[in-house]
Antibody, heavy 120, light 107 residues
Framework: EVQLVESGGGLVQPGRSLKLSCAAS????????MAWVRQAPKKGLEWVAT????????YYPDSVKGRFTISRDNAKSSLYLQMNSLKSEDTATYYC?????????????WGQGTLVTVSS | DIVMTQSPTSMSISVGDRVTMNCKAS??????VDWYQQKTGQSPKLLIY???NRYTGVPDRFTGSGSGTDFTFTISNMQAEDLAVYYC?????????FGGGTKLELK
């Protein structure tokens, strides 16, 4: 059974940093592109980042480019999201997601999410 | 970025109804539209990929159709467990973008 378990969320002040983690199990982690998708409270879904199988290629929307960094450790079956210079508009539940295949494939599996609140 | 516009934003439905919702892309996305279901308090779940393909384990009352800019998602025989928000997403080009969602509520 595919499992994705996020951790690392919490309350953080604007301008500070936070690092999210996602522990994956039930599949060969190194074979899949992985992603982070977020959802602001009572709002819709927004893709945040994607990383290739080896970690050599990463993709971001303009809203987080230069502030967020996605990375992975295939030996530990773990995905990470380093978030710097956080803003109030980054407040959201962050989901770890597994792509169905390559970079432009759907998000086949999702974790339960971890809440990040950016507030002073 | 490609804008995905879903309609309606909400629907009042009864168990057993046939439910149809739409998603319109701001430019041609081929067949690269996926549909997700999000129940209250849960993470999204992939139901349909590439416009019309049911993902593993998805009941056949869920169907999708369309290509280009106009897409449709249908639940043929609404069940109480299908109450949720449904999102379309284009995976044709980066960044992948979601529609605003269609919320199904009981009449």
């Amino acid at each position: 059974e595919v499992q994705l378990v996020e951790s690392g969320g919490g309350l953080v002040q604007p301008g500070r940093s936070l690092k999210l983690s996602c522990a994956a199990s039930g599949f060969t982690f190194s074979n899949y592109y992985m992603a982070w998708v977020r959802q602001a409270p009572k709002k819709g879904l927004e893709w945040v980042a994607t990383i290739s199988t080896s970690g050599s290629r990463t993709y971001y929307p303009d809203s987080v480019k230069g502030r967020f960094t996605i990375s992975r450790d295939n030996a530990k079956s773990s995905l990470y999201l380093q978030m710097n210079s956080l803003k109030s508009e980054d407040t959201a539940t962050y989901y770890c997601a597994r792509h169905a295949g390559i970079v432009s494939s759907p998000f086949a599996y999702w974790g339960q999410g971890t809440l990040v609140t950016v507030s002073s | 970025d490609i804008v995905m516009t879903q309609s309606p934003t909400s629907m009042s439905i009864s168990v057993g109804d046939r439910v149809t919702m739409n998603c319109k892309a701001s430019q041609n996305v081929g067949s690269n539209v996926d549909w997700y279901q999000q129940k209250t308090g849960q993470s999204p779940k992939l139901l349909i990929y590439k416009a019309s393909n049911r993902y593993t384990g998805v009941p056949d009352r869920f169907t999708g159709s369309g290509s280009g800019t106009d897409f449709t998602f249908t639940i043929s025989n609404m069940q109480a467990e299908d109450l949720a928000v449904y999102y379309c997403m284009q995976s044709n080009s980066y960044p992948p973008t979601f529609g605003g969602g269609t919320k199904l509520e009981l009449k």
